[in-house]
C-alpha cells in the first residue's frame, strides 16, 4: 500500500493569501497519477488536480499542482473565501488507490 | 448533466447485511470504470472497490475484502456495494464515484451526494 502523508494538519490563512500544501508518498508514485481533491462541510468532494498538475474543468487557474516521485504539492495562490476547505491527495498508480489524511485550511 | 444517486443505507446491527445501490445518469454508464468511497464521521477518504466498465474486473481495499461484492448493472446504469458482516467501525458515508477515464487507474470525476450507514446495536 502507497501511503500518502499530508502536511500541516491544519493550515491558517487570510484571504488573498498563497496557500501550499504538501502531500509525501512512501513509494513512488507511478506515472506520477496524483490527484487533489477539495471538500467542503457535508458535500462531496470535488477533483480540483490530476496527473500532478493537469486541473480538472472549471478549475480556477489559482490552484496549481506539482511534483513527481513521492513529492508533490498543491498551491492556492490568492485565498478566496470559498478556498477554505479541506484538502485531499490520492493516488490512482497501483490498484489500491490511496488517499492522504487530508490538510484543513482555515480562516485565520 | 452528470448524476449519481446513492440509496440504500441506514442503521443495520453489527453482523447485517445492506445493498447500496448508486442510480447513474447524464453520461454513457457502460463506457466508465465506477468506484465506491467512504468516508467515516469526522474521517479522511477511504477508497474501498472498483468495477471496470464492462463489470468483469473487481478490485477491493484489503480492510473490505471478503465482506464487500461490488457489480454493476450496465442495462439499468447501476452500481451496487453489497456489505456483509458489517462492524461499527464501518459507520461511514458512502459515496460512488465515476473514473475519469474510461478505465480504472484514473481519478474520480463525479461524485453521488452520498449514503450514511450506521452500524449499531
Known amino acids: 500500500e502507497n501511503v500518502l502523508t499530508q502536511s500541516p494538519g491544519t493550515l491558517s490563512l487570510s484571504p488573498g493569501e498563497r496557500a501550499t500544501l504538501s502531500c509525501r508518498a512512501s513509494q513512488s508514485v507511478r506515472n506520477n497519477h496524483l490527484a487533489w481533491y477539495q471538500q467542503t462541510p457535508g458535500q462531496a468532494p470535488r477533483l480540483l488536480i490530476y496527473?500532478?498538475?493537469s486541473r480538472a474543468t472549471g478549475i480556477p487557474d489559482r490552484f496549481s499542482g506539482s511534483g513527481s516521485g513521492t513529492d508533490f504539492t498543491l498551491t492556492i495562490s490568492r485565498l478566496e473565501p470559498e478556498d477554505f476547505a479541506v484538502y485531499y491527495c490520492?493516488?490512482?498508480?497501483?490498484?489500491?488507490?490511496?488517499f492522504g489524511q487530508g490538510t484543513k485550511l482555515d480562516i485565520k | 448533466e452528470v448524476q449519481l444517486l446513492e440509496s440504500g443505507g441506514g442503521l443495520v446491527q453489527p453482523g447485517g447485511s445492506l445493498r447500496l445501490s448508486c442510480a447513474a445518469s447524464?453520461?454513457?454508464?457502460?463506457?466508465?470504470?465506477m468506484t465506491w468511497v467512504r468516508q467515516a464521521p469526522g474521517k479522511g477518504l477511504e477508497w474501498l472497490s472498483d468495477?471496470?466498465?464492462?463489470?468483469?474486473?473487481?478490485y477491493y481495499a484489503v480492510s473490505v475484502k471478503g465482506r464487500f461484492t461490488i457489480s454493476r448493472d450496465n442495462s439499468k446504469n447501476t452500481l451496487s456495494l453489497q456489505v456483509n458482516s458489517l462492524r461499527v467501525e464501518d459507520t461511514a458515508v458512502y459515496y460512488c464515484a465515476r473514473h475519469f477515464y474510461g478505465s480504472g487507474f484514473s481519478p474520480f470525476d463525479y461524485w453521488g451526494q452520498g449514503i450514511l450507514v450506521t452500524v449499531s446495536s
Open positions: 490520492q493516488q490512482y498508480g497501483s490498484s489500491e488507490y490511496t
Open positions: 496527473g500532478a498538475s
Open positions: 468495477v471496470s466498465a464492462s463489470g468483469t474486473d473487481t
Open positions: 447524464g453520461f454513457t454508464f457502460i463506457s466508465y470504470a
